[in-house]
């Protein structure tokens, strides 16, 4: 699976983004999928994730309430819409598939997107 994802860019705190992850290949609805995000200097973080069918999703708790994960299997495409944003919501996001179904945990992740930059100013 290769995945692609887009849609970062520079926004005001308390504006939006939508950011998409595009997958290659015919079984994407196999697996869970998620995003992370990764700032500079820290660590690369959950941030949500969701089921091959889309029927169960996730969220960190710093985003709960604010950033929604969606899929639509039939083209072959995760989203994440992010509301409200803050400047500590700046960092690099990936999005990810895992062959295990959706996970917390990056190392179950199997495959990544090359990341796509969200910046937020105060």
């Known amino acids: 699976v290769q995945l692609q994802a887009y849609g970062g860019g520079l926004v005001q705190a308390g504006g939006y983004l939508r950011l998409s992850c595009a997958a290659s290949?015919?079984?994407?609805?196999?697996?869970?999928m998620g995003w992370f995000r990764q700032a500079r200097g820290k660590e690369r973080e959950f941030v949500a994730a969701?089921?091959?069918?889309?029927?169960?999703?996730d969220a960190a708790d710093s985003v709960k309430g604010r950033f929604t994960i969606s899929r639509d299997n039939a083209k072959n495409t995760v989203y994440l819409q992010m509301n409200s944003l803050k400047p500590e919501d700046t960092a690099v996001y990936y999005c990810?598939?895992?062959?295990?179904?959706?996970?917390?945990?990056?190392?179950?992740?199997?495959?990544w997107g090359q990341g796509t930059q969200v910046t937020v100013s105060s």
């Open positions: 990810a598939a895992a062959s295990t179904g959706w996970s917390r945990v990056l190392k179950l992740y199997d495959y």
């Open positions: 290949g015919r079984s994407f609805s196999s697996y869970g």
């Open positions: 969701i089921s091959r069918s889309g029927g169960t999703v």
